[in-house]
């Protein structure tokens, strides 16, 4: 089992920044890659970025590419996701993603973020 709980979210204006940390526990050796999604009021969750554990390779979605940075720190088994130049419509839920060998996956609770315009 993996445990994760994100936080960081919260109201900003459009154009500002936001970090998210999604900080895992458990049996953390078993993760192989992690993420955030978010999921807008009325609309699918969907794919924002994605890094594999060991060699940080990342993938974006194109909605957030050039403004968006993962990262992660194995030390903490922390996963980060760095928001810059917000928009209204980065407004939703984040979740943060974990996958694990055996493709089971796990979800942290969410946490809100709101950009107002």
């Known amino acids: 089992q993996v445990q994760l709980v994100e936080s960081g979210g919260g109201l900003v204006q459009a154009g500002g920044s936001l970090r998210l940390s999604c900080a895992a526990s458990?049996?953390?050796?078993?993760?192989?890659?992690m993420g955030w999604f978010r999921q807008a009021p009325g609309k699918e969750r969907e794919f924002v970025a994605g890094i594999t554990y060991s060699g940080g390779s990342a993938s974006y979605a194109d909605s957030v590419k050039g403004r968006f940075t993962i990262s992660r720190d194995n030390a903490e088994s922390t996963v980060y996701l760095q928001m810059n130049s917000l928009k209204p419509e980065d407004t939703a839920v984040y979740y943060c993603n974990a996958v694990v060998y055996g493709s089971d996956t796990y979800w942290g609770q969410g946490t809100q973020v709101t950009v107002s315009s």
């Open positions: 458990g049996r953390t050796f078993t993760v192989y890659h």
